[in-house]
């Protein structure tokens, strides 16, 4: 059974612009959430998608943004960037949202700079 | 609000040491309790979970018991490898909600 994917890896960015990040979660599993991992602040939770639906959402500004497509996959949108949205954003998916029991089981993360 | 408080690092040991990183966590009612590894370049990786009071999560020699009295979930091994250095988080996430809440990771460094 293939693991989360994401794409790209590796992502440089100027200040302002904007990029698009992809997730792919595990065949058959239908939430996806986002996190961001910082040196400075660790692991910060973004988003949680489930049926095409934000669920959740953590403390970000309005430049993230995310959606969730009929097929589970998710893209997340960081808009007008900054130097310190440089950071590993990693996609995690599981079954279904609803127990604490559902594993979520983490891609490799998307590499983003920004100069 | 829930958050995690994981033992700072870095952690240098020799090979065949015994590991222990202490993670105390603060939340209302009884959180679902996890241990992840991430290796260099790599995403993360559940190493161990407990559901509720008293469970004892294992995996690859590393142990950890939800302790409600003292709200601990502290990761053992009694015999490193090299092969285990890697940063180690603690996180939490409650009954009721589904994001992860993560401590901010202790980065254990294994020596020949």
């Known amino acids: 059974k293939a693991g989360v994917t994401q794409t790209p890896r590796y992502l440089i960015k100027t200040r302002g612009q904007q990029v698009t990040l992809s997730c792919s979660p595990i065949?058959?599993?239908?939430?996806v959430s986002w996190y961001q991992q910082t040196p400075g602040q660790g692991l910060q939770f973004l988003f949680e998608y489930f049926s095409e639906t934000q669920r959740n959402k953590g403390n970000f500004p309005g430049r993230f943004s995310g959606r969730q497509f009929s097929n589970s996959r998710s893209e997340m949108n960081v808009s007008t960037l900054e130097l310190g949205d440089s950071a590993l954003y990693l996609c995690?998916?599981?079954?279904?949202?609803?127990?604490?029991?559902?594993?979520?089981?983490f891609g490799p993360g998307t590499r983003l700079t920004v100069l | 609000g829930n958050s995690v408080t994981q033992m700072e690092g870095p952690v240098t040991l020799s090979e065949e040491a015994f590991l222990t990183i202490n993670c105390t966590y603060t939340a209302t009612g009884y959180p679902s309790l996890f241990w992840y590894v991430q290796y260099p370049g790599e995403g993360l990786q559940l190493l161990l979970k407990a559901t509720k009071a008293d469970d004892k999560g294992s995996n690859k020699g590393f142990e950890a018991t939800y302790r409600k009295e003292t709200t601990s979930f502290h990761l053992e091994k009694g015999s490193v490898q090299v092969s285990d250095s890697a940063v180690y988080f603690c996180a939490l996430r409650p009954r009721d909600d589904y994001k992860l809440s993560f401590g901010a990771g202790t980065t254990v460094t294994v020596r020949a």
């Open positions: 995690a998916s599981s079954l279904a949202p609803g127990t604490a029991y559902n594993e979520q089981f």
């Open positions: 065949s058959g599993h239908r939430s």
